[in-house]
């Protein structure tokens, strides 16, 4: 009698997985199909769920948009993954040199989109083992 295949759901945070990629030089990896990275993880007694991919939409620069845009339509053909936006905000900034007034940008409530998807997947049952994907220390505690 073969034994239950043990669930297993993939959490990524966008951001993290594309700087991690960028600052490693791996930029051929940018186009990755998450779920299969998400299956390859998986052992050969375990059954990959779910995929959830975390991201916020940017705005600017428009080029960079754009392959956000390409991207993530084509993340959404893939059955077995869904995506989760947080937003992405402006804030002003000065220098503290020149006292020049500029925008940053950075993106909001993907951390904590991804502990509440990590909690009431827990709660309802859905895996068994859960893997995250991030370099955030802040998702610690939900761990």
Known sequence: MASKKERVNVYIDG??????????????????????????????TQ???????????????????????????????LSGLSIHYGRYQSFKQHCSNCERVYYDTNEKRTDVNIATHMLVDAFQNSFDTAILISADSDLTLPL
């Open 15 to 44: 951001f993290n997985l594309y700087y991690g990629l960028r600052d490693s030089g791996w930029k051929k990896y940018y186009w990755l199909n998450l779920y299969k990275l998400g299956n390859s993880l998986c052992s050969s």
């Open 47 to 77: 059954a990959l769920q779910n995929v959830k991919y975390f991201t916020s939409k940017i705005s600017k620069p428009r080029d960079k948009r754009r392959r956000q845009e390409k991207y993530l339509s084509a993340l959404g053909t």
